[in-house]
């Protein structure tokens, strides 16, 4: 089945990556705790002052350069 929209043709039959039916989902995310922060200067180099939060990406290998 096509529809004409906006002179276009669309195949509505056309098959969607997304499940005709979905479910609601349920997160579960954890209180923060708060323990020690970073110094100004520590939580610019960072990205934050939080050592909880400190995750550096390392890159493919995993490995600090």
Same mark, same amino acid.
């Given at each position: =089945? !096509?529809?004409?929209?906006?002179g %276009?043709?669309?195949?509505?039959?056309? $098959?969607?990556?997304?499940p005709?039916?979905?479910?609601?989902? =349920? !997160?579960?995310?954890?209180?923060? %705790?708060?323990?020690?922060?970073y110094? $100004?200067?520590?939580?610019?180099?960072?990205?934050?002052?939080f050592?909880?939060?400190?995750?550096?990406f390392?890159?493919?290998?995993g490995?600090p350069?």
């Amino acid at each position: =089945m !096509a529809n004409n929209m906006n002179g %276009q043709m669309c195949d509505l039959a056309q $098959p969607t990556p997304l499940p005709a039916v979905t479910v609601p989902a =349920m !997160a579960y995310v954890p209180f923060q %705790q708060f323990s020690t922060i970073y110094t $100004p200067e520590q939580g610019l180099d960072n990205g934050t002052i939080f050592p909880e939060l400190n995750k550096p990406f390392y890159g493919r290998r995993g490995e600090p350069k």
